[in-house]
């Protein structure tokens, strides 16, 4: 019986040996908990490219420039929240699977006032950090890599 056992068991490994090589090269990581989620592109490509020739200095500057563009921003320290909010619905029309995360985006970075506390005030700043925490939080386990 027991040399059965052993023979499926050894049958049963090597037919499912990628597994056990999965487990033994994934190791541990240190990387910001972010990487882990594989977010897809939220801006236009059009204005990404616009406010990416030249690369931007600073912090906030290309997130200010894309804001801008897209018309996400009534002036540059006012959220057009309506105009966000359009924008991540429309967006999640071609990215399903992200409706909790795109929910909690809304919820937590459009209906909210909430501030990520540079060393200066840059609101598209704060409302680009918060859109990726509130998605990394709820983000859907097929687009998980960690």
Not at 55 to 78: I, M, W
Not at 105 to 122: E, F, G, H, N
Request: charged share 30%.
């Amino acid at each position: 019986m027991f040399r059965l056992l052993t023979s499926v068991t050894l049958f049963v490994l090597s037919v499912n040996g990628d597994f056990l090589t999965q487990e033994r090269t994934r190791g541990a990581t240190l990387k910001p908990i972010s990487a882990c989620c594989d977010i897809p592109e939220l801006g236009e490509q059009k204005y990404l490219t616009e406010c990416s020739n030249p690369k931007l200095p600073g912090p906030c500057n290309d997130v200010q420039c894309v804001f801008e563009k897209s018309g996400f921003l009534v002036d540059k320290h006012t959220l057009n929240k309506e105009v966000y909010r359009a924008h991540l619905r429309q967006w999640l029309e071609g990215h399903k699977g992200w409706e909790d995360a795109i929910e909690k985006a809304i919820k937590d970075c459009v209906d909210k006032d909430l501030r990520q506390y540079l060393d200066y005030p840059c609101r598209a700043y704060d409302v680009f950090t918060c859109t990726g925490i509130a998605m990394l939080k709820k983000c859907p386990k097929d687009a998980w890599k960690c």
